[in-house]
């Protein structure tokens, strides 16, 4: 019979006890988990406060390094759930920033273009005869 491993969500900080890694998907984010470096035992040795020190700290290894910057005073304070759900925040934050910033250039382009159209002006600024 195969051993126990720890597996954990780094989305959500949700962790389980698994035998086989296909088994170890987040029953709340649909996500596959990842396998913790320390056998069954040993995490059931942890107090819950270290289960948590333990999990947030491999959460924040695996985020972005804004993330970590971010994270990294509060990481002693905070539980593991909320310190990958600010995880999970930012990082959705940084796509939807990317996405507005290009908008805003698209934007500025379309404009300029407008402008020059109305002013017969050609792309260089230079003045268009018609």
């Given at each position: 019979?195969?051993?126990?491993?720890?597996?954990?969500?780094?989305?959500?900080?949700?962790?389980?006890?698994?035998?086989?890694?296909?088994?170890?998907?987040?029953?709340?984010?649909?996500?596959e988990?990842?396998?913790?470096?320390?056998?069954?035992?040993d995490?059931?040795?942890?107090?819950?406060?270290?289960?948590?020190?333990?999990?947030?700290?491999?959460?924040?290894?695996?985020?972005?390094?804004?993330?970590?910057?971010?994270?990294?005073?509060?990481?002693?304070?905070?539980?593991?759930?909320?310190?990958?759900?600010?995880?999970?925040?930012?990082?959705?934050?940084?796509?939807?920033?990317e996405?507005?910033?290009?908008?805003?250039?698209?934007?500025?382009?379309?404009?300029?273009?407008?402008?020059?159209?109305?002013?017969?002006?050609?792309?260089?600024?230079?003045?268009?005869?018609?």
């Amino acid at each position: 019979m195969r051993e126990l491993s720890v597996y954990y969500c780094a989305k959500c900080g949700y962790y389980g006890y698994y035998q086989l890694e296909r088994n170890a998907v987040c029953p709340k984010c649909r996500l596959e988990m990842t396998c913790l470096d320390l056998n069954y035992q040993d995490f059931m040795d942890l107090s819950c406060e270290e289960r948590d020190e333990l999990l947030s700290a491999y959460i924040i290894m695996s985020s972005s390094p804004y993330v970590k910057r971010l994270l990294e005073p509060h990481k002693t304070n905070n539980k593991r759930e909320i310190i990958a759900q600010m995880g999970a925040r930012i990082t959705e934050l940084e796509i939807e920033n990317e996405k507005l910033n290009k908008t805003i250039e698209w934007m500025h382009q379309t404009i300029w273009e407008m402008v020059r159209a109305s002013r017969g002006l050609t792309s260089d600024g230079k003045e268009h005869f018609k």
